[in-house]
């Protein structure tokens, strides 16, 4: 697991009043973060925590964080490693001495648009002595859960939970789907009624009579069911020498999930064009090694992505209408021009966005991303290092790719 960057002092995470205990919720990363997922808890319930330790880390779709203890006490934890959570969600409490668990408070329902913060309102705090296996209650949950057993058609509340208190995980919902799924493959319970004949061929041929429709008398299977079954049957491919072994399981969340979906939306709702022409870059090659001499001493290295974020940058400055965004039915042209550039981290492509880029000299635009991109691939980006771009470059060229064909970052036109 990668070393998620530690979340900034002063971040809102814990609050503690004298009548209760401190709790302990996931941060909101910016205006668009709706969920993260817990990864890894540090401490363990009943551990003793000082200010400044590490509690847990999350991911979202852009980023892992580390949270601090912001108080001293005993963590009691809510929501266990893997779970996925609601932004403002209490995941634990720190506890004072001689306190007991309060009633963890979950953040009022709101649409998604509506990002500024609401007073939490009381839910029922987990059952730590509910007896494992009992059925959960629908609450202990969380939002992605909650969907994936509707997608199953599954009611939660016949779902025994395995998390902290009980609460329902999603390896939960899935063990009940797939113990769905084989009840609803059973065959029917009691001795398959066949002829001798008909259990013989059967028999010859592999072929399980619960899976043979009987034509006889009472629903007898008789040998003509039996060669029917056979016919309908694709021919038995031959067995391989040896099992294939299981491949790696990756987990389909955070950045991949994003990733792949947006790309995803792009191509279907978006209109994708590719142009190619050559351009004469002697000149580039030229100014970026006279630059690098004359820059040696300040160890300023800009790269060929610089040259291209740059005159990107200028272009726009230029044709003002590119500069776009596609909201809704709307087109929002920004006054500001902040380019993205895409990294490459092993689970996706994540992009740092420069800050007013048309007017940065290149000896300050070098810097900033040869920083934005170290950072990025120590996972120690924050949430504004990643959004309010309004353009986007990308580069193969040190993979000797001469032309490609990018996909357009939504909502950037």
Known sequence: MSTPAC??????????????????????????????????????????????????????????????AEVEGTLHILVAATETVDAGAVVAQ?????????????????PAAAASESTPTPAPAPDAGAP???????????PAVKRLAASHGLDLASIPGSGVGGRILRSDVEQAATAAAAAAA?????????????KRLAREHDLDLASV????????????????????????????????AEGETVPYRGMRRTIGGRMHASLQE????????????TRAVDLRRELLDLWADRELRPTYTDFVMKAAALALRAHPRLNAELRDEEIILHPEIHVGFAVALDEGLIVPVTRDTDALPLDELAPISADLA????????????????????TTLGMYGVDVFTPIINPPQA
């Open 132 to 142: 494992d296996g009992a059925p959960s209650e629908p609450g202990r949950a969380s």
């Open 94 to 110: 720190i506890l004072a001495a001689g306190e007991e668990p309060a009633a963890a408070p979950a953040p009022a329902a709101a």
């Open 374 to 393: 170290a950072r990025a691939r120590e996972r120690r980006l924050g949430p504004d290092d990643l959004t309010g771009g309004t353009f986007t470059v």
């Open 213 to 244: 429709n009987g034509t006889g008398p009472g629903g007898r299977i008789v040998t003509e069911d039996v060669e029917a079954a056979l016919a309908a049957a694709p021919a038995a491919a031959a067995a391989p020498a040896a099992v294939a």
């Open 7 to 68: 979340a900034p002092r002063g971040r809102p995470g814990s609050s503690r009043s004298s009548a209760m205990a401190t709790s302990v919720v996931l941060p909101k990363l910016g205006m668009t973060m709706v969920e993260g997922t817990i990864t890894e808890w540090y401490a363990q319930s009943g551990d003793a925590v000082q200010v400044g330790d590490a509690l847990f880390a999350f991911e979202t779709e852009k980023v892992n964080y580390d949270v601090e």
């Open 270 to 281: 978006m209109a994708q064009l590719t142009m190619a022409m050559d351009a004469d870059m």
């Open 186 to 198: 059973a065959p029917p319970a009691g001795p398959v009624k066949a002829s001798p004949a008909a």
